[in-house]
């Protein structure tokens, strides 16, 4: 639990960002001695120092640009889209080939997605709201469990209001 400025206590009950895999990161990585090696004629130092800088920038780029996956005061937020977890039916978890069914061809083109391609596993949300386009949100997630549980207790804690 955290307070804020104005006094009141907000509950996170789950957040994740959905960083790169290790893979993704190194490659990121390597781009810095590349760069190094444009600038080494001119000069070995500048090179070193430049083949650094660009090594951090892109690996910290990555890592902030990614999305967040968040249940919080009864709203769900994956990346830039929320809805109110009363608006959300019951999230199914799936691994494996289901996962990948789910990623693939079993995706609606009218469903909101956050999906990463190291990340396996796959939570699906169906939407309730007649009003919304998407039928189902499709999330990756390393703890997909973690995040259904979230749902759930935000939308005991909704419904309880």
């Given amino acids: 639990m955290a ?3 104005d006094g009141s206590a907000r509950t996170v009950d789950y957040r994740e960002r959905l ?3 290790l893979w993704v990161l190194v490659a990121a990585a ?3 001695p590349m760069a190094a090696l444009v ?3 001119v ?3 500048l090179a070193l120092v430049l083949g650094a800088l660009v090594a951090v920038a892109l690996v910290v780029s990555l890592i902030l640009a990614s999305p967040i996956v968040e249940v919080k005061d009864g709203m769900l937020r994956a990346g830039r889209a929320r809805i109110e977890v009363e608006y959300t039916g019951e999230p199914v978890t799936t691994t494996g ?3 990948r069914t789910a990623r693939g061809p079993g ?3 009218r469903s909101w997605h956050i999906i990463r391609g190291g990340i396996d596993p796959v939570v699906v949300i169906p939407i309730t709201d007649e009003d919304d386009p998407a039928p189902s949100w499709v999330i990756s997630s390393r703890t997909p469990d973690r995040l259904v549980s979230a749902l759930r207790h935000a939308k005991k804690e ?3 209001r």
């Fill in 107 to 109: 995706l609606s083109p």
């Fill in 39 to 41: 600038v080494a004629p």
């Fill in 97 to 99: 080939e289901d996962a």
């Fill in 19 to 21: 960083s790169p895999s």
């Fill in 43 to 45: 000069d070995t130092t």
């Fill in 3 to 5: 307070s804020t400025n």
């Fill in 30 to 32: 390597v781009c810095g």
């Fill in 158 to 160: 909704a419904s309880a």
